[in-house]
């Protein structure tokens, strides 16, 4: 494989659990676990319509998001990401495995 192998290990998921509709459960690699509520997914939405591809800030106004915003489905796309599609029938949005890690609530990964 064609990988950069330490960064492939910071950040490969073992195992993705969907919690109903609420939150998604990752147990990475490392045996880290994070939890994300759909809501939170929702407002860290990477794609173009959320945030300037430009200048990089979030256009998405996270007022406009319902707090118990619901996914309605989770795909792994590519080996590297996760597609969601979101109650409100967004589901531009691709989740590469590293941004996940990135916004993990524990935030330690956003420090590096
Ligand atoms: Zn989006
Ligand atoms: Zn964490």
Same mark, same amino acid.
């Given at each position: 494989m064609i990988q950069d192998y330490k960064n492939k290990k910071e950040a490969e998921p073992k195992q993705i659990r969907k919690l109903g509709n609420k939150s998604l459960n990752i147990v990475w690699s490392d045996d880290h676990i994070s939890e994300y509520t759909f809501y939170k997914l929702r407002i860290h939405c990477p794609c173009a319509a959320c945030v *300037?591809? $430009?200048?990089? +800030? +979030?256009? $998405?106004?996270? +007022?406009?998001?319902?707090?118990l915003i619901q996914g309605l489905n989770v795909n792994i796309v590519g080996n590297y990401a996760l597609s969601i599609t979101f109650? *409100?029938?967004?589901?531009t949005g691709i989740y590469p495995f590293k941004y996940l890690r990135q916004i993990c609530s524990c935030k330690i990964w956003l420090e590096n």
């Open positions: *300037d591809e $430009l200048s990089g +800030k +979030k256009v $998405l106004d996270s +007022k406009q998001v319902a707090p109650e *409100d029938g967004h589901s």
